[in-house]
């Protein structure tokens, strides 16, 4: 056995120790990931950002507007003392200016129009039947947006769609947690198989 | 107290379940569903030698269930013979997916730089994507082993999305999302993932509405995948033990309101 699979099945075991109690073994495992993965992610941001996005290309290129990038992050150290935390706005209104420039038009267009187009569909299939997946989206959509209109009383047609968006948004919850229970059992699955086949050799 | 035992001994019947049936041997049968199949069916159709963008979007912690998933596709693009580019939008991801690229590659005999590249990490998702769609080659100017983009051979012509067939975003999260949002619809690049299973039910609605190509999802995705390159892998090796918990949780899910229901009926008795 290679020590990086002692050395993982070890942690493994330290890890899921938890299931009994919170012990120091299980402590020990936890901070040593949050300090592996910090920095490991360090290293890497140090090296694929800074080092090439800035560093290189700036002083070894000499491409100069790669001064102002470097002066806005700069700036936001500026939050470290509070004569100079207002300094660190200047980037931040940089980052939330263009972030949203970028973001709102691709969510809008892939999150809400695509979406709408999506659900805008026949009723009737080529042949005269009824669609009736297309009829469930329809009534799905219409009625979870009955549900989320709160500028009237939910009583009447209002009421009775709004309890009908309840049972698709109760449906969906439902999916999602299947799905969210199955991830966390594969998850142990794999972990499990790690152990009885690498590390302890019980199993093929 | 007793909820505290209680719990112990879920946890150790969850931990037998599991080691039985992974030391069973025994291999379930899956039928593949529709999804799994367009995603095969989309790399099988593409012409011998198309470019691959692999994307490994993920961190370390879904390994175990992203592995499987990955390792399929993988296998599937190399023994059809398509270029391969991988690349990283998570840091954790990068060295994995380097790993799993050289693993599947060296299964089939490919080679690195005239078969397959890897690019590695690129930071702020949103631009690397957005820059991608300018040029690759100024996005990535050197690999994750520190080669120049041009000394490699099966880079040779790849500038932009353009000359790429599909970006493949292997996911545990909602990287893929930003793909569509950028990648598909600015430059118009055909998406398909592979995803971890909690994150099935966000990209169904992506997949239904025609901005994701194709999907497959989760452990159950990966075995179906395996079925249709007739190579098993973990998916398969996991089935048995996935179907059993499953059961095991409904049957706990049946227990619990059982005793409740039994509880109130005793309480309203008093």
Partial sequence: MDV????????????LSFLYRDNPVYKMAESLLIGVSIGYT????WSSTLVDLLFRPLFLDGMLPLIIPLVLGLLMFGRFHRATSSLSRLPIAVMIGSGAGVAIPAMLDARILKQLSATVMPVLTASGIPDLSAIVIIGGVVTTLCYFYFSREHKGALGSAATVGTWFLMVFFGTTFGYTVMSRMSTFIGRMEFLLTEFLHIAN | MNRVVSRHWIFLGLFVLVALTMGSGIRLDTPVSDRTAELYNFIESLPEGSMLLVSFDHEASS???????????????????????????????????????????????????K??????????????????????????????????????????GVATYADVAAVLSIADGSLTTHWMEYGRARYGVRIVSGV????????????????????????????????????????????????????????????????YFLARRKKEKR
């Fill in chain 1, 4 to 15: 990086g699979t002692a050395i993982a099945g070890v942690l493994t075991l330290a890890v």
């Fill in chain 2, 63 to 113: 390994l175990p269930e992203i592995r499987p998933i990955g390792q399929a596709l993988l296998r599937h693009a190399f023994r059809k013979n398509h270029r391969l580019i991988g690349m990283a939008l998570l840091a954790e991801g990068t060295a994995i997916g380097y790993r799993l690229m050289q693993q599947a590659a060296a299964e089939y005999g490919k080679e690195y730089g």
């Fill in chain 2, 115 to 156: 078969d397959y590249a890897y690019l590695g990490f690129k930071p702020q998702y949103i631009a690397a994507i957005l820059s991608m769609g300018e040029s690759i080659p100024a996005t990535f100017p050197e690999d994750y082993l520190g080669r120049p983009y041009e000394s490699l051979e099966v880079l040779d």
């Fill in chain 2, 196 to 259: 971890t299973a909690a994150m099935v039910t966000t990209y169904d609605p992506y997949l239904a509405s025609g901005q994701m190509h194709a999907m497959m999802g989760g452990l159950r995705g990966a075995a179906e995948y395996e079925d249709l390159i007739a190579c098993p892998g973990g998916g398969k090796r996991g089935m048995l033990a996935q179907t059993a918990t499953h059961l095991y949780v409904i049957v706990l899910i049946g227990l619990g309101n059982l005793s």
């Fill in chain 1, 42 to 45: 360090l290293v890497v941001i």
